[in-house]
């Protein structure tokens, strides 16, 4: 069973490939972590899962072609957090949250069940004291972790994050990381992209490395790290240590 499939997947532009021939199959209870270097592709994977891009090739979502379904059915099925989210409203912490209900409600009133999710992400979130702030109000990290929430009220089979820690301090990376762990055990898909490839390699059920738009390794964290997979990639020898669950990786000189 697979909660997404995408088959010889490609995107490009006039100019250049930014996905040639991706073929992938994400299952529940995964965390998958895309890894690459910049201008690699992962972002444009990310925005095909969520519908945004129409490549070349199939895309599924559980058992339904992504082409069959229209936007509702996506937005049930999709939870997409974009890298460097803004807001531009005035909207309070608590409203964008329960933006993420939206594919329930039709832009209804919240009900019970809606209502009791949005509460329950923003106490997990640590957003308690924040619920009514305004957006205008916050910080980036604040922010980032509001939209983050948002992403995690819709529930949705499969969640998608690109760069989702990048504006947070160490704890709340942590923090971020670990409600990413605790969405797959619940039974969902979770595709995140990172550079920080400590937490990569620590978190992640199994990781998926592009490179000029092609997977070049998909394999757990521990297979990566030994096959070499991470010095090809980057262009650079990695060092790469780990004590009980902390996992530490560097680049070293020749």
Same mark, same amino acid.
């Given at each position: 069973?697979?909660?997404?499939?995408?088959?010889?997947?490609?995107?490009?532009?006039? %100019?250049?490939?930014?996905?040639?021939?991706?073929?992938?199959?994400?299952? &529940?209870?995964?965390?998958?972590?895309?890894?690459? &270097?910049?201008?690699?592709?992962?972002?444009? =994977?990310?925005?095909?899962?969520?519908?945004?891009?129409?490549?070349?090739?199939?895309?599924?979502? @559980?058992?339904?072609?992504?082409?069959?379904?229209?936007?509702?059915?996506?937005?049930?099925?999709? *939870? /997409? =957090?974009?890298?460097? $989210?803004?807001?531009?409203?005035?909207?309070?912490?608590?409203?964008?949250?329960?933006?993420?209900?939206?594919?329930?409600?039709?832009? $209804?009133?919240? @009900?019970?069940?809606? +209502?009791?999710?949005?509460?329950?992400?923003?106490?997990?979130?640590?957003?308690? %004291?924040?619920?009514?702030?305004? *957006?205008?109000?916050?910080? @980036?990290?604040?922010?980032?972790?509001?939209?983050?929430?948002?992403?995690? #009220?819709?529930?949705?089979?499969?969640?998608?994050?690109?760069?989702?820690?990048?504006?947070?301090? &160490?704890?709340?990376?942590?923090?971020?990381?670990?409600?990413?762990?605790?969405?797959?055990?619940?039974?969902? *898909?979770?595709?995140?992209?990172?550079?920080?490839?400590?937490? +990569? =390699?620590?978190?992640?059920?199994?990781?998926? #490395?592009?490179?000029? $738009?092609?997977?070049? #390794?998909?394999?757990? &964290?521990?297979?990566?790290?030994?096959?070499? #997979?991470? %010095?090809?990639? /980057? $262009?650079?020898?990695?060092?790469?240590?780990?004590?009980?669950?902390?996992?530490?990786?560097? +680049? +070293?000189?020749?």
């Amino acid at each position: 069973m697979t909660a997404a499939r995408l088959d010889h997947v490609g995107v490009r532009t006039p %100019d250049r490939v930014i996905l040639a021939d991706v073929s992938l199959a994400l299952r &529940p209870g995964e965390l998958v972590v895309l890894i690459g &270097p910049n201008g690699a592709g992962k972002s444009t =994977l990310l925005r095909v899962l969520a519908g945004l891009l129409r490549p070349t090739g199939e895309v599924f979502l @559980g058992d339904a072609a992504m082409r069959a379904l229209d936007a509702p059915a996506r937005a049930r099925r999709v *939870a /997409y =957090l974009a890298q460097g $989210g803004l807001i531009h409203w005035g909207l309070t912490v608590r409203d964008i949250v329960a933006l993420g209900r939206l594919p329930f409600t039709g832009g $209804g009133r919240l @009900g019970p069940q809606d +209502a009791a999710i949005v509460a329950r992400v923003i106490a997990e979130c640590g957003l308690e %004291d924040l619920a009514a702030r305004p *957006a205008d109000e916050l910080s @980036g990290g604040e922010r980032a972790r509001a939209l983050f929430a948002r992403a995690l #009220a819709v529930q949705a089979p499969l969640l998608l994050v690109d760069e989702p820690i990048a504006s947070l301090d &160490p704890a709340q990376q942590i923090g971020v990381m670990n409600h990413l762990r605790a969405q797959a055990r619940h039974g969902r *898909a979770v595709v995140a992209v990172l550079h920080d490839l400590g937490l +990569a =390699l620590r978190y992640a059920d199994r990781i998926v #490395a592009l490179d000029l $738009g092609r997977v070049v #390794a998909d394999a757990p &964290p521990a297979d990566i790290v030994r096959s070499g #997979a991470l %010095d090809r990639l /980057y $262009g650079v020898r990695f060092l790469h240590a780990s004590h009980g669950d902390i996992v530490m990786t560097a +680049a +070293a000189d020749e």
